[in-house]
Nanobody, 117 residues
Framework: QVQVVESGGGLVQPGGSLRLACVASASDFNLYNVRWLRQVPGKERELVASITSARITAYGDSSKGRFTISRDNEKKTVYLQMNNLRLEDAGVYYC???????????WGQGTQVTVSQ
């Protein structure tokens, strides 16, 4: 079982920045793929960004050009740097990680991001 813990959420004004962190307990974390998803009430979880074990990144349309996902395998951590935040970026951000062939699919408890004047 892999434990996943997100942190870094909070209240920020529009145009501000936050850096989220996702720490996973897997001993072979370097083999895991990771993605961040955002959920707002009444909507399905939306992909924000993802990074593979090979460090290939992908972004949701609303994240491109403003958010950057990165990983530090020694710290077993994936970061989501969010710049120029907008009101519509608010929500609960979840970290999800998995390793191909393992059958495991692990989620954190989420971290709240609030964007408000």
């Amino acid at each position: 079982q892999v434990q996943v813990v997100e942190s870094g959420g909070g209240l920020v004004q529009p145009g501000g920045s936050l850096r989220l962190a996702c720490v996973a307990s897997a001993s072979d974390f370097n083999l895991y793929n990771v993605r961040w998803l955002r959920q707002v009430p009444g909507k399905e979880r939306e992909l924000v960004a993802s990074i593979t074990s090979a460090r290939i990144t992908a972004y949701g349309d609303s994240s491109k050009g403003r958010f950057t996902i990165s990983r530090d395998n020694e710290k077993k951590t994936v970061y989501l740097q969010m710049n120029n935040l907008r009101l519509e970026d608010a929500g609960v951000y979840y970290c999800n990680t998995w390793k191909y062939g393992s059958g495991g699919d692990y989620w954190g408890q989420g971290t709240q991001v609030t964007v408000s004047q």
